[in-house]
């Protein structure tokens, strides 16, 4: 070979490995240069790729191999991001180094990113970084470069109005206490939006029909009697009607009264509360402490005269004996107990009730007045007849020792339902009296000693001697031992799911040995989670407890994000959570699926002033995380029931329709499934 073939061959290898390869070239263009304020445009990115050379795609499942395109903006108050980056058509290939399936582009790329227009002028600027390869000789070239989109004009200038962005079916979210983006003002974040064009599932009780509604509220006032809020108060109201020295005529009377006291006090409470106290009013009575310890003291003062330890009489003998004629005292006392029945209940018959008062509040009158008074029929008819009952108890042979035996029993049953009460409040104030462990300890020893009773080894003021132990007596016994049995394995972290609307929750166990060995692989938080000292989630999972960080956790992960609406004061919530969210099925979506938000409506943790804000909603400064997170529920979702679980999307839009009280599994699944397809349509 000649030495000028070689000198020609070296020099051009030479000149071949210093020259600089660009092998892709981008441009960028918006869909509308020329948009108002609130619209919606897309920034489009192309990128011309080189013959026998390829670009890899933003999205594909090798997570440990080639370098994804990536698109950065700097924040800007003049738009708004919505979704992700979407890649326009990529193909599919198998990465031979990397030995696992990606996806590319080849002789043309392209991506767009949606955002919003909220002011005049914004800057939109950022950065991107990629990577080109080849299979003709495996070289691969890394390139990055920023980007700004200049030839945006907006017409017409302005800002975008909150209600503006919301008749669009979208939303800017806000820290609260912050300064919106878009007002400047101090305004809290808007929340998740109801499009219904995209909701699947049953029509909500305002779209019943009229007569439709109030068979629904008639059939939940006579559900109510077996939640855990209204059945501690059955013994109570047999208890009041049975120590009364009365005719047959008298009693049935007064039942009639009594029946009658609980619809008025339901019906006129349902309908002053939307008006004196807001949407917010039966949760803030339901879980604040005066009134839960008021009840809690009287269970244990009924309890202890059940026991014999003194009779109580008033009020009825103290007006009685200023009046007798009219018998001031003996109506006093049945509107008392009346009254006291229906605040009792208030944290269990909230579903109805409080869906009743957002209908009040929103200026309707008459459909939730007879709403209210349709439920509380329902409810007060079993009331009635057992107030009847106790006549009946009276007319029965022989009883003396054994209707003191009942009263003892009854006794028994007040003392371990009261510190229900004292939990709720326990609960909200973040008190730390009853734990889990201890509420269940005190409910080992006293069924333990309610057992003992049964078997006539343990005698009460009143009680008959007892000889030997009857058969009766025998069979009340077993199953109250079996019940304390039941009861143990609760204090090392067993769910005790029969009990789960009464007892703390789990999280307050000093040692779960359950939660210990589940082996739970919960899907990891973003960042750690705002408020949680204060909260937890149940079965170990993982997740947040404030709106804005789970939602930006949400969009960071690219799923869905599962807000569960809930309270301290909930035991239908507590209920759910040991039944439902305990099955297998249900836990593993939860864990793997959705980024998921605790929001307690009834929390009274006072927030700092600079995160104080006035609600649009009914004018009223929320102060308290509780507060903030139900006027977040009813502002955008005009409800105010819990537990109430609701799915959406990275632009906050509701995914299906939200999931009330129901302990089916099976349904709860299917909530899950749609709101994950309604996801994967939209955002991937």
Known sequence: MRISTVLFLLFAGFATFGQILEPAKWTYS????????????????????????????????????PTRTSITFKSDPGFQLLGKLRDIKPIDKHDHVFDCDVKIFKVLAEFRQKIRILKASPVIHGAYEAQVCTDVDGRCVPFGDEFTFDEIHVQGGGTATTTELFKQDSNLSVVPGSQNPVTGNSQPFQGPIMDKTILEGAPTLQEESFLGYLVFAFILGLASLITPCVFPMVPMTVTFFLKDNQTRREGIRKAIIFGISIIVIYTLAGTLFAVLLGAEGLNALATHWAPNLFIFIIFIVFALSFFGLFEINAPNKLVNSADRQAEKGGLMGIFFMAATLVLVSFSCTIPIVGNVVVMSAGGKIIKPVLAMFSYSLAFSIPFTLFAIFPEWIKSLPKSGGWLNSVKVTLGFLELALCWKFLSIADQAYHWGLLDRDVNIALWIVIFGLLGVYFLGKLRMAGDSPIESVTVPRLLLAIPT??????????????????????????????????????????????????????????????????????????????????????????????????????????????????????????????????????????????????KQNADLQIRNLENNAQPFYVLVGSDERVLAWPYGYDRSPEKFVQFLERGKKKFNALYK
């Open 481 to 626: 031992f079996a019940f304390v049995v039941y009861l143990i394995p609760g204090l090392w972290g067993a769910p005790l799911k029969m009990l789960a609307g009464y007892l703390p929750p789990t999280s307050t166990l000093d040692f779960d040995l359950v939660a210990m060995t589940r082996g739970l692989k919960s899907t990891e938080v973003c960042d750690e989670p705002i408020y949680a000292d204060y909260f937890h989630l149940p079965h170990g999972l993982n997740g947040y407890f404030e709106y804005k960080q789970a939602l930006q956790c949400a969009r960071q992960q690219n799923k869905p994000l599962f807000i569960d609406f809930t309270g301290h004061g909930c035991t239908n919530c507590r209920e759910m959570e040991a039944v439902v969210w305990s099955e297998p099925q249900v836990l593993e979506r939860l864990q793997n699926d959705f980024v998921i938000v605790a929001l307690y409506v009834d929390d009274k943790t006072e927030l700092p002033e600079s995160l104080w804000y006035t609600s649009a909603y009914d004018h009223k400064v929320k102060k308290t995380i509780g």
């Open 30 to 65: 918006v869909s509308n240069p020329t948009p108002k304020v609130g619209d919606e445009i897309e920034l489009i990115f192309k990128v011309s790729i080189d013959k026998n050379w390829y670009l890899y795609a933003s999205e594909f499942p090798c997570e440990d191999g």
